[in-house]
């Protein structure tokens, strides 16, 4: 399959014909989803739209965006104009916004084409898209184990070849976990970086809008795209961002990459140690400077991250009443009416998080759980900062596992949480980070490399992300 | 035994933004329901707020005019509880961190200084409106979102208000604040502004705070003053009869001036409060509070206290005319005309408030621009007209745009000043009365005030008091 760059060439260069390659793409897509049931409704009509109005910028001397003609799928947390948008919950049944997400309007102004929203974990709570209202998705590597969640059937759709591009949120992991499980690219922007506006929100002070794509160059175009300032998000940064895709192929040359060795301890799997191993040496062959660096409050990190989560997610969640929008059941008083719409709209994993989150905040409990992970959540940052002082990168696995099959760990949510052992960290701290394909196991299971950079430094993880892609070809 | 009442009053005032605090909604009062909306007032998933500075502005004004201390950083919070006209499920408003901490409201009751101190002043959204028709058959609750997001200040006083007199002085006070700064309109009816009291009892000496219970929705000072006598009676009574108090939340009746139980505690709340993650928290520089502070107009109490001392005004005048600030900015632009602080403060006690009373347009609108009734008492003063005939052209002004002097030509209305004119009146008035002309120069000089007020008479009040005079005491004396 071409990549990004060159289908967009062929697009502009009249190699390719817009309408031909839409009309077989959009065939297509049912035949994935028949598979793989990673998407929730392809949006046909906005597609052909777009591409005719793309058709006829081709015809004239207007400028062509970045994006041009490119198809992208969205998760379906985030917000399309007049398109449902379910996240995956039957309580947000019927729910249509009637406005875009910034990230919507800037992929429509750059020239992308917006084909369809991508099956998720419900409210994107959830490592394995097991947690969907709308069924579970696949892994088109092996149609027997999950993609990864919560963004899964987002990394499916690229895995599977349909989509050079993709785009999928990340709380704790949601776009690097499935990038890893299905053999794709992955980037959590650092927190600010990409405007929050119109992602329905899981946990406000982790959520962000990443990249998914087929290799690093894409995930790069696709970044500079997304990224930059929205007056619309108070948390967006202000500060502009350097370009991801200017400096690619710019090497690691003089780079000190750090491997911690928190992460390289008991219950990661040996052939991802051995992976990743490799990868250190792959990039120090290519002039970058390998040292080990001490993250001890790492072991926190899961806890701490899901005392946090789940409580913004308990507060974010209490707009589903069914009193404006969405499915309401039938009562007799206004609290059954409540719990009635709750009880039917909501799923096992959505339910039990909220209740942890109500628990961590109320206010007899708010000291010993929610005060308490909001200042191991200050000790994690401060201390990853300080590594990042001393290198410019941290080197990890992205997961302690490949793709484990379909309902291996649905039974034991525990198992299931400590699959984001690896990435939660930087959602805490706030650091981007991003997961790239670095081989597979014996199994032929895709193998994440995950690299964790300074605040802002999306382009010097895009740099050794490129090396690692060369060096795993 | 003797009780004393322990008040806090927690006071919600409307800023007069005109965004909402989170959005670009508009605040306008009275529109059609469900129309000044928008994704993120209506807690739309997605949808993001962003902070309003112009209410920071108005809140950090109130700060300073109280002489509060500005919280440099500020945490807005989410206030987690479920209602059906809170679209989020939370409200966003200040917890442990609000952005104005301490100051006072000050006012004066029967000649004493009084201060009450404040706790804390903080930053919210209001919530919005369920409506419940009446005459339908069927039970149903509509819902108007036009006043969520509308950006409130609260203000939080010590309990340190001990009866409710000093609660309805304290609220007056706190209104002309608000009013003075142009912050918020202070409309109690509309809800501009709006009180919830803290009431308990203790015996006079106990420190101890007695059980307390919470009075609302009061819609007047009026009714606040009310139904806090009502409930602070009711309290005595309860312990006079060895009973206890019961904690709970009352909703006062302006119908018939009783407190009624809302919910009792049972149903009280548990908030959840947590930093809103969408909101990065407030920070204020001191460059930002020296702007503010530049703006800060003069405030009603300190304004009352200019006027008492400088212009020798009695306090009772001083009130009146700081009323309100449009007053006030009235009294002082007349007195730019006319510096007679007391003769400009009677007219406008008088003559004018009782002109305004009633009408729409206010001070501001009045008819006759602080200017021209400048002007109109200028020659009062001087002695160029005299009071009756100014009241007369105070009448014509109502209904004449132009300036004092024109109406006074058109009208003829100015003094008769020449001798020549008033010489042969004067004389016909000698003549006519010739036994009080007897008794004057038999002595009784008090006369005189009888035959000046014949020749206002003839003269329609026209004739120069000065001039009448000076003739009248002449010709009487010149023909003995």
Not at chain 1, 124 to 146: H, K, T
Not at chain 1, 192 to 212: H, M
Not at chain 2, 231 to 256: F, K
Request: proline share 5%; charged share 25%; glycine share 8%.
């Amino acid at each position: 399959m071409a990549t990004a760059l060159q289908l967009r060439q062929q697009f502009l260069d009249g190699e390719r014909n817009l309408g031909e390659y839409y009309h077989e793409l959009l065939n297509r897509c049912e035949d994935v989803n028949h598979r793989l049931n990673c998407l929730n409704v392809v949006t046909s009509e906005l597609a052909e739209a777009t591409v005719a109005q793309l058709h006829s910028k081709l015809t004239s001397g207007r400028p062509k965006g970045k994006l041009f003609g490119l198809p992208i799928i969205v998760k379906d947390n985030i917000c399309l104009k007049d398109h449902p948008t379910t996240c995956a919950s039957r309580i947000l049944n019927g729910f249509v916004p009637p406005y875009n997400a910034t990230v919507i309007d800037r992929l429509l102004a750059d020239d992308a084409v917006i084909i369809a929203k991508a099956n998720m974990d419900e409210f994107a709570m959830g490592s394995s898209n097991e947690n969907s209202a709308l069924g579970l998705a696949r892994n088109p590597r092996d149609l027997e184990r999950a993609p990864g969640g919560s963004s899964g059937g987002s990394a499916a759709a690229v895995a599977a070849g349909l989509v050079p591009l993709a785009l999928g949120s990340d709380t704790g992991g949601s776009v690097r976990q499935p990038a890893a499980f299905c053999g794709v690219v992955g980037l959590k922007p650092t927190y600010g970086a990409v405007s929050r506006y119109g992602l329905v929100a899981f946990a406000s002070s982790l959520d962000q809008i990443g990249p998914l794509a087929a290799d690093v160059h894409s995930a790069a175009l696709l970044f500079d795209v997304i990224a930059g300032h929205d007056s619309r998000d108070s948390t967006s940064a202000q500060q502009s961002l350097a370009g991801a895709e200017e400096n690619l192929k710019a090497g690691v040359r003089g780079l000190k990459i750090g491997l911690p060795r928190e992460y390289f301890a008991a219950g990661l799997d040996a052939e991802i140690a051995a992976a990743i191993t490799r990868v250190a040496d792959w990039l120090k062959r290519e002039g970058a400077e390998i040292r080990e660096v001490a993250l001890p409050h790492t072991k926190y990190a899961v806890a701490a991250y899901y005392v946090v989560a789940d409580a913004e997610a308990s507060s974010n969640l209490a707009r589903y009443d069914g009193v404006r929008y969405g499915q309401r059941a039938a009562a007799h008083d206004l609290l059954s009416m409540y719990t009635e719409t709750r009880h039917a709209g909501f799923g096992a994993e959505v339910k039990r998080r909220i209740m942890l989150g109500t628990y961590v905040l109320s206010s007899g409990y708010y000291d010993a759980y929610y005060a308490k992970a909001m200042k191991v959540r200050r000790v994690i940052m401060q201390e990853m900062l300080e590594a990042l002082n001393a290198v410019d990168l941290l080197l990890t696995p992205t997961t302690p596992t490949t793709a484990f099959k379909l309902g291996e760990k649905t039974e034991d949510p525990l198992a299931m949480y400590l699959s984001d052992i690896y990435t939660v960290s930087a959602n805490l701290a706030g650091l981007p980070a991003i997961s790239v394909p670095c081989g597979v196991d014996a199994a032929k299971l895709p193998i994440g490399a995950q690299l964790i950079g300074r605040p802002f430094d999306e382009p010097t993880l895009f740099r050794a992300a490129a090396v690692i892609e060369a060096s795993s070809r | 035994m003797n009780f004393e009442a322990v008040i806090g009053l927690e006071v919600h005032a409307q800023l007069l933004t005109k965004s909402k605090i989170f959005c670009g909604c508009s605040t306008t009062f009275g529109q059609r329901p469900n129309s000044a909306a928008c994704p993120v007032c209506l807690g739309l998933p997605g949808a993001l707020p962003v902070l309003n500075r112009e209410a920071v502005n108005m809140a950090v004004k109130m700060i300073l005019a109280v002489d509060g201390s500005v919280g440099m950083t500020s945490v807005f919070a989410r206030k987690n509880y479920f209602y059906p006209d809170l679209p989020k499920g939370y409200q966003i408003s200040q917890f442990d961190r609000p952005i104005g901490i301490g100051g006072r409201i000050a006012f004066e009751d029967n000649g004493v200084r009084k201060q009450i101190r404040l706790t804390r002043i903080h930053l919210e959204e209001d919530a919005g409106k369920s409506l419940h028709p009446e005459g339908h058959s069927e039970d149903f609750t509509r819902i108007d979102v036009n006043r969520c997001g509308v950006p409130l200040m609260e203000i939080v006083s010590e309990p340190e208000i001990r009866s409710p007199r000093e609660a309805y002085l304290y609220l007056h006070a706190l209104k002309q604040i608000v009013e003075h700064l142009g912050i918020c309109d202070g409309n109690m009816e509309e809800g501009s502004l709006r009180c919830d009291a803290n009431v308990s009892i203790r015996p006079v000496g106990e420190t101890k705070l007695g059980t307390k219970t919470e009075v609302k929705n009061l819609n007047s000072i009026r009714g606040v003053e009310k139904a806090l006598r009502y409930e602070i009676d009711r309290q005595i009574a309860i312990v006079s009869s060895g009973d206890r108090v019961e904690q709970q939340t009352l909703l006062y009746s302006d119908a018939d001036g009783r407190c009624y139980p809302m919910r009792s505690k049972e149903e009280s709340h548990d908030y959840r409060y947590l930093p809103d993650p969408d909101l990065v928290p407030l920070q204020l520089t001191p460059n930002w509070i020296a702007t503010v502070q530049r703006e800060l107009p003069e405030l009603p109490l300190n304004r009352q206290d200019r006027y008492v001392h400088d212009l020798a005004l009695p306090r009772y005048d001083a009130e009146v005319l700081t009323s309100s600030p449009g007053l006030a900015l009235y009294f002082e632009e007349t007195l730019a005309a006319c510096p007679d602080a007391k003769l400009v403060a009677n007219w406008i006690m008088t003559e004018v408030l009782a002109r305004v009373k009633g009408n729409a347009a206010g001070i501001a609108g009045f008819a006759v621009e602080p200017a021209r009734l400048g002007r109109l008492l200028e020659m009062i003063r001087s002695k160029a007209i005299t009071g009756k005939i100014g009241k007369e052209l105070f009448e014509c002004m109502l209904a004449d745009a132009r300036p004092v002097e024109a109406i006074v030509a058109e009208k003829g209305l100015a003094p008769i000043a020449d001798s020549s004119d008033l010489g042969g009146l004067i004389d016909k008035v000698i003549a006519d009365h010739p036994k009080e002309v007897a008794r004057y120069r038999a002595g009784q000089t008090k006369l005189l005030a009888f035959f000046v007020g014949q020749v206002m008479r003839a003269t329609g009040g026209r004739a120069d008091p000065a001039v009448t005079n000076e003739l009248l005491r002449s010709k009487l004396a010149q023909s003995e």
